[in-house]
Structures are given as structure tokens and as C-alpha cells.
């Protein structure tokens, strides 16, 4: 009865691999974001989908490419990891409406690059 | 300037207190304020929505929002110790799509 899911929950990689996060909302939202949290609890936005189109592009690595195959799912891929990605990162979503915005979190993807 | 400012804290207040976490933003046309909670290793959680000037009451907690001053509160009355958490204050810009997060006010609950 999950709301909004991730997988993996834990994922430890070697430098320079690619890897993949998924994200899957079932609440009908039309919004879903990525963001990433450091080391100091920071929570910064990466992208935002609504309708499975791109809305929000925040100044990140080119490195790091998004997908919403349907507005239900948002997935991050990851190239060439490097230390700094070491991080955990939520999808969230959120229902429609501008005024309205608030945000469902993943339980969160804790990535440990070596 | 940071766009959404907390206090770090850590702020401690002994059980049944009033605790009182501050937040200021930089973006005079924001629209809707928020208030997360955030247990370690966990996934915020909201706790509250303010869009109107004023004090929106949900149980134990108030919100406060004064646009003109570009601040936004949140009161948490009888405090217990399960409050202990980050409590992250985020803002949604003039844009309307994106929320801007402070960096968090870990609240210590001591009973």
C-alpha cells in the first residue's frame, strides 16, 4: 500500500559505473521531483516531471539524466559515479494544482560510492 | 542569501514546552509554505501547509506566516520526546512548481 516507492533502498558502487534508481507513485499525482540530500541533511531539488514532461532542471551534473516513461514513474539514471554523488536521494510527488505543492516522499535511496 | 533560512539548532526544550522553530525566505512572491518533519533515516513527512497571512492551528502545532516580513513559524505545544526530529521549513516560489528547502532545525525533545 506503498504510496510512493523506490528501489533500490541501499546501493553501494564502484567509482566511474552507471547505475539506476526507480521511482513509482500510485496516488494519481501529476508531479514527480528527485532531490538529493548530503551528508549535512541539505534536501536540494534535481528535477521535476509533470505529465512526464520536464519542468524543473536544476544546475545538475549532465551525468545524471532523468525518465518518466508515464507520470506514474520517475527513474535517474546515473553515469560515470563519482565520490561526490554519495548522497540519499527521494523521489516525491505531488497532485495537481500550483497553488497546492506539497510533497509525498520515497522512504529514500541511500547511494555510497567507493 | 540563502533562499529558505533555518536555525540549525540544535534547539532543546524539556517535555510538555512550547517549541518554536523560525524560518525566513528571500522570494517575496512565494506562495505556499511548508512544514516537513524528518526522523534520522527517514523521509520527511508533512506536517503542515500555510498559504494565507496568519496562524493555522492542527493539533499541537501552529503554523505562522507573515508575508510582509517573509516569515514563517511553526509552533509545537506539550512537546514530547517522539517531536525529537529535523523539522525542514520549504517554500514554493513565485514560479509555483518549485519548493525550495532550509536546511533544517533539529528539535531535541528532553523528558
Known amino acids: 500500500d506503498t504510496a510512493v516507492s523506490q528501489t533500490p533502498k541501499y546501493l553501494v558502487t564502484q567509482m566511474g559505473n552507471d547505475k539506476s534508481i526507480k521511482c513509482e507513485q500510485n496516488?494519481?499525482?501529476?508531479?514527480m521531483y528527485w532531490y538529493k540530500q548530503d551528508s549535512k541533511k541539505f534536501l536540494k531539488i534535481m528535477f521535476s516531471?509533470?505529465?512526464?514532461?520536464?519542468?524543473i532542471n536544476e544546475t545538475v551534473p549532465n551525468r545524471f539524466s532523468p525518465k518518466s516513461p508515464d507520470k506514474a514513474h520517475l527513474n535517474l539514471h546515473i553515469n560515470s559515479l563519482e565520490l561526490g554523488d554519495s548522497a540519499v536521494y527521494f523521489c516525491?510527488?505531488?497532485?495537481?494544482?500550483?497553488?497546492?505543492?506539497?510533497?509525498?516522499f520515497g522512504p529514500g535511496t541511500r547511494l555510497t560510492v567507493l | 542569501q540563502k533562499e529558505v533560512e533555518q536555525n540549525s539548532g540544535p534547539l532543546s526544550v524539556p517535555e510538555g514546552a512550547i517549541a518554536s522553530l523560525n524560518c525566513t525566505y528571500s522570494?517575496?512572491?512565494?506562495?505556499?509554505f511548508f512544514w516537513y518533519r524528518q526522523y534520522s533515516g527517514k523521509s520527511p513527512e508533512l506536517i503542515m501547509f500555510?498559504?494565507?497571512?496568519g496562524d493555522k492551528e492542527d493539533g499541537r502545532f501552529t503554523a505562522q506566516l507573515n508575508k510582509a516580513s517573509q516569515y514563517v513559524s511553526l509552533l509545537i505545544r506539550d512537546s514530547q520526546p517522539s517531536d525529537s526530529a529535523t523539522y525542514l521549513c520549504?517554500?514554493?516560489?513565485?514560479?509555483?512548481?518549485?519548493?525550495?528547502f532550509g536546511a533544517g532545525t533539529r528539535l531535541f525533545v528532553k523528558a
Open positions: 516525491a510527488s505531488s497532485p495537481p494544482g500550483l497553488a497546492s505543492n506539497e510533497q509525498f
Open positions: 496516488l494519481g499525482h501529476d508531479t
Open positions: 516531471y509533470n505529465n512526464k514532461e520536464l519542468i
Open positions: 522570494d517575496r512572491g512565494s506562495q505556499s
Open positions: 500555510i498559504y494565507s497571512n
Open positions: 520549504a517554500v514554493t516560489g513565485s514560479g509555483g512548481f518549485k519548493t525550495i
